[in-house]
């Protein structure tokens, strides 16, 4: 008992060892580091998710944008060859191939220049009258090419010609996307184009999104591989694209994938710093297993840990809801102290130099500075703005910055840069306004101006003086040099007369080689002139293109508001009728507008619309004026000279309406007429005689002129020998290489040839050596002279002379006196012709006078 009053009580429990405690602590340990481990894996994974669906979405618009612009630039091309006074007059009042596609102006630089595949040219009955196909004339029709009818495109067309609207559509062509523009064609505000009223023509053109060039398209938006969806491939970026009656395309590409790259690099990296804790940590355990401080270290290493772990999850958490580029980070004065290595990669700098600086010198916003910005919205989560920053190579490039306020201690966000997509969409905006070639406005901006001066009642009250400029001799330019020549001629030009115009002036590009100068403010008349004549100057000054010295000169047509018009269309249709009075006074000069013109206008087009009408219902007839041969007084031939009886002004000379077939393009239909009535009239004379019929320098241009002339012989039955074309330099003088073909083509019929009007141009001596003539005519003003002035018989004699030395037939034109007729004899001139010989005569008395010399 005693005992057992000493005995002790219970021993507290024995504490556990050091080895025991690092054994559950590391076990703890482990287990919380797991825990973080698995955490972090699963954010990276989420927020690398995060960046992998942004990308996506931002390919998604790219994808729209890139269908976009090029639907953009399709139209503004397909725009300058629709509202074209040009296109109207050769590809709808008629279809014109010379002028659409062996000269290019709506043919195979389509292809070649812009990659069109198909281009069409849709009649006012619907129906497919001209067609090239990747860069090659067919004759297929567009609704037999496209697989589909076209009336819908080309209504929708038509409804928007009166605003000068382009329609556009993409469609489906054997599951292939395609981008499809139609154009009505109209003369816009040429005053020279005569229309009908039949409903326009209208340009169909297609432009076939095949692989290569979705390919291409993606590529100038950052996107790799752009295709139509392939329904085995699941494993790209799709976007949804719009087509026509509710239709779609799946567009796929293969896009990045910024956040599988991140997992690359972040996760290995946390599996290896966890291997190096838990390794130190074995380490220091094995160590330090008595040892408190050890201990005590260990539970603050792993209390670091948590706090690095925690603070990484947040970052993640945070990119992961605004994604972005590269990452930044401030404290609450706004000076960096984190930013992400994609920083360094998107802008060239080291991060290093930025990390305590303010935020606002990184970055620059367009008012007020980035810091105040978000000061100045605190409390509305994720903010989002575009800002500037300056690269690596100091060039100022545009980021979308987007933010959020961490409590009191800063702010966290994330940068996109837009550099690429805001310069394509002012490139965009630009083209929509300006002229691709010259850089100038163009007629859109130019009607913007004009609206803007001339709608506003306090500005139209100040004048405007309008000056419409058109390229003298500028198509041959194109035709002999192509047009790339054209295309840099037209450059200089435009930069020559950009240097005329003042800030608050404008000069625009309208058309193929037409420009307008508007002049704001009072300018004297005087003013005006010296401005057109240092115009014209410049632009007559030598251009130097490959060694080429190109001249072209302008005529100008000037409009003044408001006294000739207050409203833009009047003014711009007022100029152009003054350019085309200066073009027809002799070009490179300028003329103001007056009512007379307009008169004067209205009055040519009822004189067109007259001959047209007597083309077709026999107004017209011919004369003839013998031709005889000299020596002998003996008849030898007879010229054709057409007249048209008009109803109202009566008997018409040539003069009064020639002319206006060669503008309007009815000198082939009068050509035609005339050698078909003479050729049929000549076959009834003696077949000693010859019938000489006048050829237009204009007929030479359309390339038909053998096969008429080839034809006109079949009806008649006329021997090829007897008939004579009559032709002028000017031939010669404005495509010498196509006239000398098309003359040996009609050698090879076996017409003869004669050079009219001869002694009058400045190179006649080596045409008559190169060209295939078989006679040449003095002209009228040497032969009126004879008696009166010595050098003008001298002339003469060197010129038969000339022509016997070229075995040429000479003939003389308008001998009026008999002392005329014995002088020409006195220089053994062969032929003669004029009133003292005969006078013009209709048919009847033509068939007389050949009985009366029959009977002789």
Not at 630 to 649: F, K, S, T, Y
Request: glycine residues 8%; contains cysteine; negative net charge.
């Amino acid at each position: 008992m005693l005992k057992s009053s000493f005995t002790s009580p219970a021993s507290p429990a024995r504490p556990a060892s050091s080895t025991a405690l690092a054994q559950t602590s590391l076990v703890t340990f482990c287990a919380s580091l797991a825990v973080v481990f698995a955490l972090a894996v699963a954010l990276s994974l989420y927020f690398a998710h995060g960046l992998d669906r942004t990308e996506r979405v931002q390919g998604q618009s790219m994808v729209q944008k890139s269908i976009e612009s090029e639907r953009r630039l399709l139209q503004l091309t397909i725009k300058d060859y629709s509202f074209w006074g040009e296109a109207y007059r050769h590809l709808h009042l008629k279809v014109d191939m010379e002028w659409a596609y062996v000269r290019e102006n709506f043919g195979p630089a389509l292809y070649d220049d812009f990659g069109y595949q198909a281009a069409f040219v849709i009649g006012p009955g619907n129906r497919s009258v001209y067609a090239v196909i990747d860069g090659k004339y067919e004759t297929i029709a567009a609704a037999d090419w496209l697989g589909r009818p076209v009336d819908e495109w080309v209504a929708a067309a038509r409804a928007l010609a009166d605003d000068e609207k382009v329609f556009t559509a993409l469609t489906s062509l054997a599951g292939t996307p395609a981008l499809v523009v139609a154009a009505a064609i109209t003369p816009s505000t040429d005053p020279t184009v005569q229309t009908d009223d039949r409903p326009p023509s209208v340009m169909l053109v297609v432009n076939r999104l095949d692989p290569q060039r979705l390919q291409a398209l993606g590529e100038s938006m950052g996107l790799r591989g752009l295709r139509v969806a392939r329904t085995d491939d699941t494993t790209v970026a799709h976007a949804l694209v719009a087509a026509e009656h509710g239709t779609t395309f799946d567009m796929q590409w293969d896009a990045a994938r910024p956040g599988r790259q991140m997992i690359i690099v972040v996760l290995p990296m946390i599996i290896l710093a966890t291997l190096i804790i838990l390794g130190m940590t074995w380490v220091m355990l094995r160590r330090n297993t008595r040892a408190a401080r050890a201990l005590d270290g260990s539970h603050e290493l792993l209390r670091d840990s948590q706090v690095a772990l925690a603070l990484s999850e947040s970052r993640f958490r945070d990119v992961a809801e605004a994604s972005s580029d590269w990452i930044w980070e401030t404290d609450g004065d706004g000076h960096v102290t984190y930013l992400s290595d994609r920083f360094e990669t998107v802008t060239g700098v080291g991060k290093a130099q930025w990390l305590g600086i303010s935020i606002d010198d990184l970055v620059e916003l367009p008012q007020g500075t980035l810091l105040a910005w978000l000061r100045g919205n605190p409390g509305q989560g994720n903010l989002t703005t575009e800002c500037s920053y300056m690269d690596v190579h100091r060039q100022r490039r545009t980021a979308r910055i987007a933010a959020r306020t961490i409590g009191d201690q800063g702010f966290r966000g994330t940068a996109t840069d837009v550099t690429e997509e805001i310069d394509a969409r002012r490139r965009v905006e630009y083209l929509s306004r300006h002229d691709v070639l010259t850089g100038l406005p163009n007629r859109s901006q130019l009607r913007d101006y004009l609206e803007s001066r001339l709608e506003n009642a306090l500005a139209a009250r100040q004048p405007l003086v309008m000056l419409t400029i058109d390229l003298d001799r500028f198509k041959p330019v194109n035709d002999l040099l192509g047009h790339a020549t054209g295309d840099r001629v037209l450059y200089q030009i435009g930069e020559r007369i950009r240097q005329c115009v003042r800030s608050q002036d404008i000069v625009a590009r309208v058309g193929g080689d037409e420009f307008v100068m508007v002049v704001a403010g009072a300018v004297g008349h005087a003013e005006i002139e010296a401005l057109c004549r240092r115009l014209i100057e410049l632009i007559e000054q030598v251009i130097e293109v490959d060694d080429q010295d190109i001249h072209v000169s302008a005529s100008i047509g000037i409009a003044v508001s408001p006294g000739d018009a207050a409203h833009a269309p009047e003014l711009l249709r007022y100029s152009d009728i003054a350019l085309y009075e200066a073009k027809a006074s002799g070009r490179g000069t300028w003329r103001f507008y007056d009512g007379d013109m307009n008169e004067r206008i209205i009055e040519r087009r009822r004189l067109e619309s007259d001959l047209r009408y007597a083309i077709k219902h026999g107004e017209l007839c011919l004369q003839y004026q013998p031709r005889f041969r000299i020596a002998d007084g003996q008849m030898v031939g007879a010229e054709a000279l057409v007249r048209w009886q008009h109803p109202q002004r009566g008997l018409l000379a040539p003069d009064a309406f020639i002319p206006i077939a060669e503008d309007t393009g009815l000198i082939t239909a009068l050509g035609d007429w005339v050698m078909n009535a003479a050729c049929r009239q000549a076959s009834q004379w003696p077949e000693e005689l010859f019938v000489s019929v006048n050829v237009s320098s204009k007929e030479f241009q359309g390339g038909q002129l053998v096969e008429r002339v080839r034809a006109a012989l079949l009806r008649s039955g006329l021997t090829a020998a007897r008939l004579e074309l009559e032709v002028t330099e000017s031939v010669m003088l404005e495509d010498a290489d196509n006239a000398l073909t098309l003359m040996r083509a009609l050698k090879g019929l076996g017409v003869r040839l004669a050079m009219d009007d001869f002694g009058t141009g400045y190179s006649s001596l080596s045409y008559l050596r190169t060209f295939p003539f078989d006679g040449l005519k003095i002209d009228r003003s040497f032969v009126g002279r004879l008696g009166d002035s010595q050098p003008d018989l001298a002339i003469i004699e060197a010129v038969i002379g000339l022509g016997r030395a070229l075995s040429l037939t000479v003939t003389a034109e308008g001998v009026e006196t008999l002392e005329q007729l014995q002088l020409l004899d006195s220089v053994a001139c062969d032929e003669g012709q004029g009133y003292y010989l005969s006078r013009p005569l209709d048919g009847a008395r033509f068939e007389e006078l050949l009985l009366a010399s029959c009977a002789r």
